[in-house]
């Protein structure tokens, strides 16, 4: 079973910035994706950005180009870099998971794919 503990959200004025971590376990095998997600009230649940094992990445037109994800592999741990970012990323954060040898065997950003989620952390940008 995959552990995910999500931390680092909290409240900021729009331009600034702030980075979510994820201390991940579990992992039965070295082939998965981890990815991170958000919602916000009356709206679906978003795929923002992902990385596979390998450290491949992918990320939703919404962030490209101001959110980074990365792993730090020595803590075990998924990052998400907010930069420059604007109230309408407010939301809460998710940090998800599958391993590839028993779910889909691609990294996406469909949510249904993903079979092991964080409690999630609230980010809240302000005009």
């Known amino acids: 079973q995959v552990q995910l503990v999500e931390s680092g959200g909290g409240s900021v004025q729009g331009g600034g910035s702030l980075r979510l971590s994820c201390a991940a376990s579990?992992?039965?095998?070295?082939?998965?994706?981890m990815g991170w997600f958000r919602q916000s009230p009356g709206k679906e649940r978003e795929g923002i950005a992902n990385?596979?094992?390998?450290?491949?990445?992918r990320y939703a037109d919404s962030v490209k180009g101001r959110f980074t994800i990365s792993k730090d592999n020595a803590k075990n741990t998924l990052l998400l870099q907010m930069n420059n970012l604007e109230p309408e990323d407010t939301a809460i954060y998710y940090c998800?998971?599958?391993?590839?040898?028993?779910?889909?065997?691609?990294?996406?950003?469909?949510?249904?794919?993903?079979?092991?989620w964080g409690q999630g952390t609230q980010v809240t940008v302000s005009s």
């Open positions: 998800a998971a599958h391993d590839f040898s028993s779910t889909v065997p691609i990294c996406t950003l469909i949510s249904p794919d993903f079979t092991d």
């Open positions: 579990g992992f039965t095998t070295g082939r998965y994706c």
């Open positions: 990385i596979d094992n390998d450290g491949h990445t």
